[in-house]
Each structure stands twice: as structure tokens, then as C-alpha cells.
């Protein structure tokens, strides 16, 4: 597109052809879809891209699957966050665990101090 309208700014300006692509997933999803929506709206712009045996219809399915995309990225990092926060509280429960035994260790080796049979069968 840059190539085939580089004396267009109407089009450079409008499908922000000059703008340094986004380096992270979601940005760079958005970036291309609002091209994509951009490009569409303009069928006079996508008229020279028949020569390279891009269509319309092509155009269309690529924003389809673009969306598609987005929606998976989406549901993805909403996993992915679901994921750690049950990591957090999983890693929460551990160390109240480890909180708990240490206090009943300390307690059975009071407790059980005289005894080093029932000491070695608490694994102390």
C-alpha cells in the first residue's frame, strides 16, 4: 500500500501507512485492524491491490480472522491472569501451611521432649 500510494497522502494519512507498527500483541491487533476497517470503508483504494490478486472479499476474510485473533488473545491473557492469581492463592495457602507446621513442630518438641520414639514417629 505505501508503494502504490506514495503520492497519495490522503491514503498515507488515513491508513496511517507512515507510523511505526506496535510492538506488542494487543497494539499491533489494533493497529492492523483499524487498517483493515480503514481500507474498506475505501473501495476505491483497494481497486489497484486487484493487480496483486487482493480482493475485497479477501480483505474481509483477513479482518475476520483478525478479529478471531483478538478474541483469542483475549481470552488468553484473561487465563493467563485467572492462572497466576490462583498461583497467588495457592502459594498464600502454602505459606500459612508451612506457618502452621512450624508452630506445631515447635510445640511437639516441647511437648515431646523427653520422648524420642514418639519424637521419631512425628518425623522430628
Request: glycine share 4%; net charge negative; charged share 30%.
Amino acid at each position: 500500500m505505501r508503494i502504490l500510494n506514495e503520492n497519495n497522502t490522503l491514503v498515507q494519512t488515513a491508513l496511517k501507512l507512515e507510523d511505526a507498527r506496535k510492538i506488542t500483541e494487543t497494539a499491533y491487533q489494533n493497529q492492523a485492524e483499524e487498517f483493515y476497517t480503514t481500507l474498506l470503508e475505501h473501495p476505491e483504494w483497494i481497486a489497484p491491490l486487484k493487480e496483486f490478486s487482493i480482493s475485497e472479499e479477501i480483505l474481509r476474510e483477513d479482518l475476520m480472522v483478525l478479529k478471531e485473533l483478538k478474541a483469542a488473545t483475549i481470552s488468553k491473557n484473561t487465563e493467563s491472569k485467572e492462572a497466576q492469581a490462583a498461583l497467588g492463592k495457592r502459594d498464600e495457602a502454602l505459606e500459612q501451611l508451612f506457618d502452621w507446621t512450624g508452630r506445631y513442630k515447635k510445640v511437639a518438641r516441647l511437648a515431646l521432649r523427653g520422648n524420642k520414639e514418639l519424637l521419631g514417629l512425628l518425623g522430628l
